[in-house]
């Protein structure tokens, strides 16, 4: 009988973001960001073990304050997921690790389960991520990414414009993509040695890379997003839905 997976989840927490730094010690109904995104993770029972990474001490102190696990990082990291790659070479006992984004203050259980799902059912994707049915006026919002899958629901591409062409009509696989990532540790590994890609830079989504490169990218279906925090006005749009979230 084979072993059980061992999971892993990662935090990325940078403090010196440009357009809103000081992000993940922001408030959302009265609670630091990263601690809301800290607690929602370990509390979920997905993982063996959750820890916020950063190289920042006012937000190691919040976190250990709050209860929670820190690992510290190099400063010069590019990407979120290069500073997880690199807190997971400090764990090479579990077989697949989770990039749960600080920005993401309302994930919750059942995003984690469903992302690292394909791994518990003993599938081995290089990566997988989440989707979820397009907003009405989400085409012709770049800031919301849409990712086309296969039949065999692996990513065939990313985009921040709308896809695919609507040029019949009819139904295509075609979903909102939530920023939550898994990796078997084995390709994180790897991922952190790919050279940056021409799609990539041009979409300005990292997730190309791995697409470009030839690998895979899963893609588990859920059924509704879950507000991100990547701005000032979106920090007060969530500190409203926090009032009911909490209760």
Not at 26 to 52: C, D, E, N, Y
Not at 70 to 75: F, G, K, L, P, Q
Not at 163 to 170: E, M
Not at 218 to 247: C, F, I, M, Q, Y
Request: hydrophobic share 40%; with cysteine; net charge negative.
């Amino acid at each position: 009988m084979p072993a059980p997976t061992k999971l892993l989840a990662v935090i990325p927490a940078r403090y010196a973001s440009q357009r809103f730094p000081g992000k993940p010690l922001a408030l959302v109904g009265g609670i630091p960001m990263v601690v809301r995104v800290h607690r929602a993770t370990a509390q979920s029972g997905v993982f063996g073990k959750t820890v916020v990474a950063t190289d920042d001490q006012r937000i190691a102190e919040v976190v250990t304050a709050a209860g929670g696990e820190v690992e510290i990082t190099r400063a010069d990291h590019a990407t979120g997921t290069d500073r997880v790659a690199e807190v997971a070479a400090r764990y090479p006992d579990y077989d697949v690790v989770a990039n749960v984004q600080g920005d993401q203050p309302f994930v919750h259980r059942g995003l984690l389960e469903a992302l690292v799902a394909p791994y518990l059912r003993g599938e081995r994707p290089e990566m997988t991520t989440i989707g979820c049915p397009l907003p009405a006026d989400g085409a012709d919002d770049p800031n919301v990414v849409t990712v086309i899958t296969g039949v065999d629901g692996r990513a065939l591409y990313f985009s921040r414009s709308a896809i695919p062409y609507p040029r019949n009509p009819g139904p295509a696989p075609a979903y909102h993509h939530l920023g939550l990532y898994a990796f078997r540790s084995d390709f994180l590994a790897q991922y952190a040695q790919l050279t940056p890609t021409p799609l990539e830079a041009s979409e300005g989504l990292e997730q190309l890379r791995v697409l470009e490169h030839g690998y895979t990218i899963g893609v588990s279906l859920v059924d509704a997003s879950v507000p991100e925090v990547n701005t000032p006005e979106e920090l007060e749009a969530a500190n409203r839905l926090a009032a009911d979230w909490d209760k």
